[in-house]
């Protein structure tokens, strides 16, 4: 099956290569660099909160869930060759969540986020991703979270895109 593509107006080549990278799938880099770790998504209502770093750069995903037993997830976190750029993936592989979250937000340390999108799946289980609408979400400096009355309680993916602070020397 052929991956699915959004394509958008982005400032750089760089962040377009790595937007593409992460609609794709994970990175298979080097460790360094990337890294792909597989957790449980736990229904009940709690927050709960699951992070991973590359060297400095770490991204945080809180959430609370309801219905259902625990998802098996994935979360790719991995940093651009030239050091510019940090990006997280939250994903279920298997596509549709069957939980409804009542919460959820990204948050990525050492970085300012240049692009977020979050997804929902199409609701014929098929395997493609349905950007949520705009308003479901809000994106600031350094985190994506729900919009409180706005989101639907749907989410499969998440990918947020931020650009580090590293300067050449």
């Given at each position: 099956?052929?991956?699915?593509?959004?394509?958008?107006?982005?400032?750089?080549?760089?962040?377009?290569?790595?937007?593409?990278?992460?609609?794709?799938?994970?990175?298979?880099?080097?460790?360094?660099?990337?890294?792909?770790?597989?957790?449980?998504?736990?229904?009940?209502?709690?927050?709960?909160?699951?992070?991973?770093?590359?060297?400095?750069?770490?991204?945080?995903?809180?959430?609370?869930?309801?219905?259902?037993?625990?998802?098996?997830?994935?979360?790719?976190?991995?940093?651009?060759?030239?050091?510019?750029?940090?990006?997280?993936?939250?994903?279920?592989?298997?596509g549709k969540s069957?939980?409804?979250?009542?919460?959820?937000?990204?948050?990525?340390?050492?970085?300012?986020?240049?692009?977020?999108?979050?997804?929902?799946?199409?609701?014929?289980?098929?395997?493609?991703?349905?950007?949520?609408?705009?308003?479901?979400?809000?994106?600031?400096?350094?985190?994506?979270?729900?919009?409180?009355?706005?989101?639907?309680?749907?989410?499969?993916?998440?990918?947020?895109?931020?650009?580090?602070?590293?300067?050449?020397?």
């Open positions: 099956m052929a991956p699915q593509m959004t394509f958008l107006a982005v400032k750089s080549s760089s962040l377009f290569a790595l937007v593409l990278l992460w609609t794709l799938g994970p990175a298979s880099g080097s460790p360094d660099r990337t890294k792909t770790v597989e957790f449980n998504v736990k229904p009940g209502g709690v927050v709960h909160t699951f992070s991973e770093r590359v060297r400095e750069y770490e991204c945080s995903f809180t959430y609370a869930s309801q219905g259902g037993t625990n998802e098996q997830w994935l979360m790719s976190v991995g940093l651009s060759d030239d050091d510019r750029l940090f990006s997280c993936s939250v994903w279920r592989p298997q069957y939980l409804f979250f009542t919460q959820f937000k990204a948050e990525l340390k050492g970085t300012k986020i240049e692009y977020a999108n979050a997804y929902s799946q199409t609701a014929m289980g098929g395997q493609s991703d349905v950007a949520l609408k705009p308003e479901e979400f809000t994106v600031g400096d350094s985190t994506v979270t729900h919009t409180d009355g706005k989101f639907r309680a749907e989410l499969s993916k998440l990918t947020v895109i931020g650009r580090t602070r590293h300067d050449e020397l």
